[in-house]
């Protein structure tokens, strides 16, 4: 059950200081040239005050754009093979939007699916996610057509909710009370204020739902090579998502030795299906353009009892031929 404190700006100060000093790495938004990336810091000055969403997504923190899952050395006629260790040390990352939150847990979903993924989970059991509750979004925001909201808990181990002062807290779970534990005289008992009124609106678009039941039978239907023809394929959409975990595995070797690497991919991608007999199941990239959507809203549901879609937005501002997720959602459902 959550418990609500206080948490003031010098306390804030003090909990970033005992983070730290337990060992643990900090990951917060900051400014950066004019956008806003997610960069270690060392306390709470460094984090900037003013942005909807970071730029790229948080999780690289636990499925790396790039890992060594193998390597191996040739020698007399002998392959000697070693397995490679996840590499990973206790992470809190701060001020990530709930929406990006809830995400960890549609990565966990498939990297869980019917193996269990030892490097996500090396990595995901060494995080601890201190959410901070929206107070503004763009027109690219539609959590709530999805399931979630500005100020939703769900993936976070703390909710923070920004009030005059400092913030709410809401230490939601174990990993939560640990950090908690740290200054436990930083989090001061709760003074009542109510977090609804302190939150962004965000409208609901469509019923998400009926979506889902309404994709089986438009598969066919021409709405995706018409909203297809701007795509160019080029994976940004992806390579922002905090849900997407498309992935390539790559060789690197010479006659003595090699490795054998997990890379991000993207099904947006014209390689992405194609197969070595020159056939390709998703010639057009209005095929895989479909195939986004529906792996994210109806083969997400049937698998895993969840969506692959958090409504964050992050595709939308990093197209660069302006293809907006949820207006073409908003499409699809009125087909």
Known sequence: ?????????????????????????????????????????????????DYVQTILSAKEIVFPKVERLLSYRTEGGQVELHDAEPTSRPTVVFGVRPCEAKAFAALDAVFNWDTRDKFFNARQEQLTVLGLTCTKADEACFCTSVGGGPADTQGSD??????????????????GRAIQSLVPGAFAPGNGENKEVLTARVEKHFDQPALSAKLPGIFESKLWEDQALRCIGCGACAFVCP???????????????????????????????LHASGHNPRETQSARWRQRVYHKFSTYPERYQMLGCVGCGKC?????????????LVEAANA
């Open 1 to 49: 059950m959550a418990e609500t404190f206080k948490l003031t700006n010098d306390a804030l100060d003090a909990l970033f200081a005992a983070m730290r000093k337990d060992g643990r790495r900090v990951l917060a938004p900051v400014d950066a040239d004019g956008r806003t990336e997610l960069n270690e810091v060392e306390r709470p000055a460094q984090v900037a005050q």
């Open 158 to 175: 703390i909710l923070l909710t920004p009030i005059e002062g400092g913030y709410l807290a809401e230490v939601l779970t174990e990993k």
């Open 243 to 273: 849900t997407c975990v498309c992935f390539d595995m790559q060789e690197e070797a010479d006659p003595k030795q090699g490795q054998r690497l997990r890379c991000w991919d993207s099904c947006g991608f014209s390689m992405f299906t």
């Open 316 to 328: 939308t501002r990093a197209c660069p031929v302006d293809m907006n997720l949820r207006e073409h």
